[in-house]
């Protein structure tokens, strides 16, 4: 990747699965540091679990970028 992103720090939400996934990934591709925000929770709102957001933050980490995760909700 082009680095277009060193020095600049990414906050997404929704991080965990789907879109947000894929951009939280890209823009630590890019050399983003990266804050992956997802509570963990299913669709109706009910459960929780950090794991979700500790995937993406190890996958990026062993991919050699820079992330933590955050599991609170931002709504």
């Not at 680095?3 to 890209?26: H, K, S």
């Not at 109706?44 to 992330?67: C, F, L, M, N, P």
């Amino acid at each position: 990747m082009s680095g277009v992103m060193e020095g600049q720090v990414g906050i997404i939400t929704g991080a965990g699965r789907g879109i947000g996934r894929g951009v939280a990934i890209l823009m630590a591709q890019e050399g983003a540091s990266v804050v992956v925000v997802d509570p963990g929770v299913d669709v109706d709102g009910t459960g929780g679990s950090r794991s979700i957001a500790d995937q993406v933050v190890k996958e990026i980490v062993d991919g050699g970028g820079s992330a933590v995760a955050c599991t609170e909700s931002v709504a």
